[in-house]
């Protein structure tokens, strides 16, 4: 169970185009999800937590108007990169947290490998 | 400020111990987790802390003082498939009760023959 689906796994775009990455929890209903990104060889950085019904709520330095989320029911969340650049080229994860599981709970999309041109 | 702290990169031997230390110093202290990742995949969970002490499960155990901000990781009987990076994070004090986890850099294991 607590199984976290997200894609795409990998996508290359044009510079100033955006792109939609989905977060969806399989088998459970996630009130709350989480967006990270990482650095190559470097660690899971918060970006977002994304709630049900309601507005994200950003990281400090993280552009809400860059990095729009949406998450308009309990099994899913989109990220999308608006106009994208080189800069935004980076592996993003989502994450969720099964109400049942309190303690084990996080489990990990398999991540979204995103490099723009 | 949130600030966790764990080494860079460390070497072991195959069928050796290893330990890895999170040193962590957060607004508030909710629980304590390691993660195991590999390269270009999402991470899998290792293990959970909340109280002081040890905390075992097979060959992996993680430790925690909440005096010192302080945990470790131990891996014993170490195999070539422990390579990968190993993540320490922390559930703050949310007073919004999301359950957000800060994440340090990571240790980036790599065992050798």
């Known amino acids: 169970g607590a199984v976290v689906s997200q894609h795409p796994s990998r996508v290359i775009c044009k510079s100033g185009t955006s792109v939609k990455i989905e977060c969806r929890s399989l088998?459970?209903?996630?009130?709350?999800m989480f967006w990270y990104r990482q650095f190559p060889k470097q660690s899971l950085m918060l970006m977002a937590t994304?709630?049900?019904?309601?507005?994200?709520?950003?990281e400090q330095g993280v552009e809400k108007d860059k990095f729009l989320i949406n998450h308009a029911s309990l099994t899913l969340s989109t990220l999308t990169v608006t106009s994208a650049h080189p800069e935004d080229s980076s592996f993003y994860i989502c994450?969720?947290?099964?109400?049942?599981?309190?303690?084990?709970?996080?489990?990990f999309g398999s991540g979204t490998r995103l490099t723009v041109v | 400020g949130q600030n966790i702290d764990q080494p860079t990169e460390m070497t072991a031997t195959e069928g050796a111990i290893v330990q890895i230390n999170c040193t962590y110093q957060?607004?508030?202290?909710?629980?304590l987790f390691w993660y195991q990742q590999h390269a270009g995949e999402a991470p899998t969970f290792l293990s959970y802390?909340?109280?002081?002490g040890l905390e075992e499960k097979g060959r992996f155990s993680s430790f925690l003082s909440r005096s010192k901000g302080y945990s470790y990781l131990l891996l014993k009987e170490l195999q070539m498939k422990d390579s990968a990076s190993y993540l320490c994070?922390?559930?703050?004090?949310?007073?919004?009760?999301?359950?957000?986890?800060?994440f340090g850099q990571g240790t980036t294991l790599q065992v050798k023959p």
């Open positions: 994070a922390v559930r703050p004090y949310d007073s919004s009760n999301t359950g957000k986890l800060i």
């Open positions: 088998d459970f209903q996630a009130t709350t």
């Open positions: 994450s969720a947290r099964p109400g049942w599981q309190r303690i084990y709970g996080y489990t």
């Open positions: 802390n909340v109280l002081d």
């Open positions: 994304s709630n049900e019904g309601s507005k994200a709520t950003y």
């Open positions: 957060t607004s508030g202290f909710n629980g």
